[in-house]
């Protein structure tokens, strides 16, 4: 198993510090600092939920590496979450278990997931654009981050430590729908970069931009699925972005 590390972002910076200034076509302007110490994160109440497919896409960029149950997205007291194992592996969990071959130990770049519960026991990812092998194993229920307490940044619970430490920007969520990764990005000159997201925006559908330091739980897809911030002040919104500097 390969370790992950993101030498397309590293060509990309490259490519704008050397005068690219127009290298992104779509930028995205800021990014949200969660932290482990002030155990920041976002919640949000969809109801119930029966759909067995969904997809997420979202950048991020990791403050450590090494911790156990480091949450992406998560939901309903820790009984399901998309998360990094403390060696660093990428997996969904909740019965099922997906994981998405690699390890993910880059501190120093963006990254980019797409990733696609297609059925109960099928699932695609894809990072910086390539796609990765997914290897299911268990029964029984998987993964849906939809319903009471959908989490960003932490597994739902009082007194859970279970939090992501790093930066994340762009999120995207999907439900009920099959989506891939040229819906959310491009290769240029050979570099993976974001795109205006090609979504049609369901009712349950968000899209997280992180413009609005006063409110960074602000959906964009014109829904309103507003998330609640919870220990997340206005210098939780960061300039560090996939294509800052460009």
């Known amino acids: ?30 990014s949200a600092r969660f932290d ?10 969809f ?27 998560g939901r309903a007291n820790g009984a399901a979450q998309l ?24 501190v120093g770049g963006w990254t980019h997931l797409v990733y696609n519960q297609k059925s109960v026991n099928t699932a ?44 994340m920007a762009e999120i995207v969520g999907v439900y009920n729908q099959d989506l891939i990764n040229t819906n959310f990005g491009e290769f240029k000159n050979g570099v993976w970069i974001p795109i205006d997201p090609n979504v049609t925006f369901g009712g349950n559908d968000y899209y997280l931009k992180f413009e609005n330091a006063s409110d960074l739980g602000n959906d964009s897809s014109g829904n309103n699925n507003d998330f609640t911030v919870n220990n997340m002040g206005a210098d939780h919104q960061v300039l560090d972005s996939p294509t800052f500097g460009s």
């Open 83 to 106: 998360y990094f194992n403390s060696d660093d592996t990428l997996e969904s969990a909740s019965q099922y278990t997906n994981k998405p071959a690699g390890v993910y130990r880059d």
């Open 124 to 167: 695609a990812a894809y990072v910086n654009g390539v796609a990765r092998t997914v290897t299911v194993s268990g029964s029984g229920n998987f993964f849906i981050p939809w319903g009471d307490n959908s989490t960003i940044g932490q597994i739902s619970g009082t007194g859970n430590t279970r939090f992501f430490d790093g930066y």
């Open 1 to 30: 198993m390969g370790i992950f590390q993101n030498n397309l972002l590293a060509g990309a910076a490259a490519a704008a510090s050397a005068g690219g200034g127009g290298f992104y076509d779509h930028q995205i302007a800021q």
């Open 36 to 45: 482990r110490a002030s155990q920041s994160w976002l919640e949000r109440d």
């Open 47 to 73: 109801g119930t939920v029966t759909a067995a497919k969904w997809t997420v896409s979202l950048w991020f960029k990791r403050a450590e590496t090494g911790y156990a149950y480091s949450t992406l997205i």
